[in-house]
């Protein structure tokens, strides 16, 4: 009578874990149709980022977002910028405030530049982000010419003395 008890058991056991589970949104990533990359920066890890020195505070900061050549959409605009601490999260972007008008797009690109000393100016929080060995952080919100809107991984900005 074990024996079988057992057999009952173990095919319960089966047959309640062998069913194919279908899972939701939100246990895949969630990647957009059209990528936004960053060329010119370097990637290790995840986040690509920039070094620049603390130095020269009027010094051009520049990243370039770019979508694939083969993609059928082109940039409308970068319609907000959140600049600060690598804690950003996607979800303050649409609040940001760093730009006040959109930055139009150029095709397949478009351009952001500002200054340590901009973005020092910008808040008192990112005042104090600006030393040597630190790092700030930028987040998109980039408009796509049908008006997707997408929000890219953070790139960041490694500074140095």
Do not use: H
Request: aromatic share 10%.
């Amino acid at each position: 009578m074990k024996k079988i008890y057992m057999i009952l058991v173990l095919f319960l056991t089966i047959g309640m874990t062998g069913c194919e589970k279908e899972y939701g949104q939100f246990y895949k990533d969630n990647l957009p149709e059209t990528p936004v990359t960053f060329p010119g920066t370097t990637t290790y890890g995840f986040n690509p980022y920039i070094s620049m020195s603390i130095a020269d505070l009027n010094a051009p900061l520049k990243f370039t977002l770019a979508i694939p050549d083969n993609s059928p959409r082109s940039i409308k605009e970068i319609t907000k910028v959140l600049g600060g601490a690598t804690a950003i999260q996607p979800g303050g972007v649409a609040n940001a405030k760093y730009i006040t008008t959109p930055i139009a797009g150029n095709g397949k690109t478009a351009v952001f530049q500002t200054t340590l000393a901009a973005f020092k100016a910008s808040s008192e929080a990112n005042s104090k982000l600006v030393v040597a060995n630190g790092e700030i952080a930028f987040m998109f919100l980039v408009t796509l010419d049908n008006g997707e809107t997408i929000i890219p991984v953070q790139v960041r900005v490694r500074l140095t003395a």
